[in-house]
T-cell receptor, first 114, second 114 residues
Framework: GAGVSQSPRYKVAKRGQDVALRCDPI?????LFWYQQALGQGPEFLTY????????KSGLPSDRFFAERPEGSVSTLKIQRTQQEDSAVYLC????????????FGPGTRLTVL | AQSVTQLGSHVSVSEGALVLLRCNYS??????LFWYVQYPNQGLQLLLK??????LVKGINGFEAEFKKSETSFHLTKPSAHMSDAAEYFC????????????FGGGTRLMVKP
């Protein structure tokens, strides 16, 4: 079966541009997570969805970051007015349910802001 | 609050030698602990996890880890390194409640010399 997929795999944006990053979780997975991984560091939590509900967005670094999952499957992470410090790999992960399960990670989107 | 410290950002071993990657955590609740591996330009792959029960956990590719509550450690070991083990390894701690977000360490890059 297909794993978690993300698109685009690479994105180059000029400072000030808006970007949208897509995540297709494993079919039927209830939970979806976004993480940000800066170069040479471990992933850091951004936000969490349970179905279509965004239950935790405490990790979003600013109000320029926005995530949605309107139908409880595909999710989009949007970054408005990108800045150089937004350059990172953005990882999406999905998990079967509420209780403690393994998170399955996608390959990530590498965002470079010039 | 939870945190993870991985001692040694780079570890180099010879092929066939013991691999030991160190992880210490801080958690206010009983932790769930994970080791993930990341190959270049790929997402994170779960190696093993500790949730409850036996404190010695066996994972894929011959890796294992032992949960030591008194030392707040979850070190990863493998008796004999293979060239294919060269990758970035991340230790993570989670909590068993809604959201179960993971907190990652900074990662350890394992290099295997022929």
């Amino acid at each position: 079966g297909a794993g978690v997929s993300q698109s685009p795999r690479y994105k180059v944006a000029k400072r000030g541009q808006d970007v949208a990053l897509r995540c297709d979780p494993i079919s039927g997975h209830v939970s979806l997570f976004w993480y940000q991984q800066a170069l040479g560091q471990g992933p850091e939590f951004l936000t969490y969805f349970q179905n279509e509900a965004q239950l935790d967005k405490s990790g979003l670094p600013s109000d320029r970051f926005f995530a949605e999952r309107p139908e409880g499957s595909v999710s989009t992470l949007k970054i408005q007015r990108t800045q150089q410090e937004d350059s990172a790999v953005y990882l999406c992960a999905s998990s079967p349910g509420q209780s403690y399960n393994e998170q399955f990670f996608g390959p990530g989107t590498r965002l470079t802001v010039l | 609050a939870q945190s993870v410290t991985q001692l040694g950002s780079h570890v180099s071993v010879s092929e066939g030698a013991l691999v030991l990657l160190r992880c210490n955590y801080s958690s206010s609740v009983p932790p769930y602990l994970f080791w993930y591996v990341q190959y270049p330009n790929q997402g994170l792959q779960l190696l093993l996890k500790y949730t409850t029960g036996a404190t010695l956990v066996k994972g894929i590719n011959g890796f294992e880890a032992e949960f030591k509550k008194s030392e707040t450690s979850f070190h990863l070991t493998k008796p004999s390194a293979h060239m294919s083990d060269a990758a970035e390894y991340f230790c993570a701690v989670g909590r068993n409640n809604a959201g179960n977000m993971l907190t990652f360490g900074g990662g350890t890059r394992l290099m295997v010399k022929p």
